[in-house]
């Protein structure tokens, strides 16, 4: 017994067909729309946890600074440069901006913890050693942030360059975001003299 489809059954047949492929394609434009939002809420929230050590640290700097004018007086101009860089780095917005600007900063304090080695009693102090341990875990801190918001942006930026999540990706306007990276002082070895 031969079973005929007749035209109708046919194009309903097709039809149910192509209309399940094109509720697919919504189904997962949506899910990818979706996942897209949710991973730029992470970074977002990355970045915020990194802009609360860096308000942490913009708070003790003054700290440090007064503290050690005291015993080096001379060495003024450092203690100026650094006050100008943090008031640069919380005046700065974007990602890209707050990353420059925390990167000066960085090399700045370094500079700063260099002309303390020329001051022995300074280095005995307990307030100068209490704000140096307090700076030293904000930098712990904010190292572990950065580490945590690289990774979350890792993850955007390979998948919104990744097909097929890149169409809507594009619809969207999402691009590849900069990483908080960390600057050349900071990536070199500590150089230990006795």
């Not at 394609?25 to 949710?38: E, L, S, Y």
């Amino acid at each position: 017994m031969k079973l005929l489809l007749s035209n109708a059954a046919i194009g309903g047949i097709v039809g149910g067909a192509v209309g399940a492929v094109v509720l697919i394609i919504i189904i997962w434009a949506i899910c990818t729309h979706n996942k897209i939002v949710r991973m730029k809420s992470q970074i977002e929230d990355a970045f915020a946890n990194i802009d609360v050590y860096l308000k942490k640290r913009f708070d003790l700097i003054p700290n440090l600074v007064e503290t050690v004018k005291g015993y080096a007086k001379q060495e003024n101009e450092i203690f100026t440069k650094v006050t100008e860089l943090r008031a640069a780095a919380m005046k700065a917005n974007t990602v890209q901006e707050k990353v420059e600007a925390n990167n000066q900063l960085s090399r700045a304090i370094l500079r700063f913890y260099k002309v303390t080695e020329n001051y022995p009693n300074l280095k005995a102090n307990a307030n100068f050693m209490d704000l140096q341990n307090q700076l030293r875990n904000i930098e712990i801190e904010l190292a572990q942030s950065r580490k945590y918001f690289n990774a979350t942006t890792r993850e955007y930026n390979t998948y919104v360059q990744a097909i097929p999540a890149c169409i809507i990706a594009k619809s969207m306007k999402c691009a590849p975001l900069p990483y908080f990276e960390a600057n050349e002082e900071e990536r070199q070895n500590v150089k230990v003299q006795f």
